[in-house]
């Protein structure tokens, strides 16, 4: 990911907001580097009103969900591609619990980066999948669009979270990838990465906090 001045502006002021909100970011000067940050402590929180980029998509996805597949194309954010997306929901449905992630990854992935600032003339914008599907997008446009493919498979909710982190090899950059909870473990799904990979293995990522449709976690370096 190229870092452009907008970047480090967009990291100082979600790392601050995130300091007021939730309190943590920060470690102890003894952090063993060999170790992951995902070796976290977490507070849930069920009220995700103050993440209203989440919720606004939310919202949305809801009402583009009810438009016609006799429309598409012909109205904003609802490209026919969806129907091609429909197709390799129930063809990977019946793929192993690995087999999925790696596909679901893939095809994120091979959608092309295309910045905020191109696509909607502001700094940070949260896209719906379909909105993502038609003009493509940045990190936590893939991992929202993953979260909802996998969703879509029958992945329940609660083994799901957008993930909001800073990427310490490129100076604290604030990130986004899909975080996948399987039997105590957890799986990254990241633009930045054609392997999907085991979260304890991942060493330069500082998670901040992670949410889903239900709750939201604060999280907590031990």
Known sequence: MKRTRRDFIRTAVLVS????????????????RTLSYFNMDEKRSENITPFPKWTSMLDRYEKQQKISDSECGKVSYYPCSIM??????EKTRSLSFSEQLDAVNKWGNDHPYVE????????????????????????????????????????PV??????????????GIIHAVLGVYDDGEIYILDNQSAQVKPALKIYHY??????????????YPK
């Not at 502001?122 to 940045?138: A, C, H, K, Q, V």
């Not at 949410?211 to 939201?216: L, Q, S, T």
Request: aromatic fraction near 16%.
């Open 158 to 171: 609660d083994h799901l979270r957008v993930i909001i982190l800073q990427d310490l090899n490129l100076g």
């Open 206 to 219: 500082r998670p901040i906090f992670g949410i889903n449709e239900d709750a939201w976690w604060a999280y």
């Open 17 to 32: 907001i995130c300091l007021t909100v939730s309190g943590v970011i920060g470690s102890s000067p003894s952090f063993a």
């Open 116 to 155: 905020d600032q191109v696509n909607w003339g502001l700094d940070d914008y949260w896209e719906t999948p379909y909105e993502f599907m038609d003009i493509s997008g940045d990190c936590e446009d893939y991992a929202i669009a993953k979260y909802f493919t996998l969703k879509a498979m029958g992945m």
């Open 84 to 89: 091609e997306w429909r197709e390799f929901i």
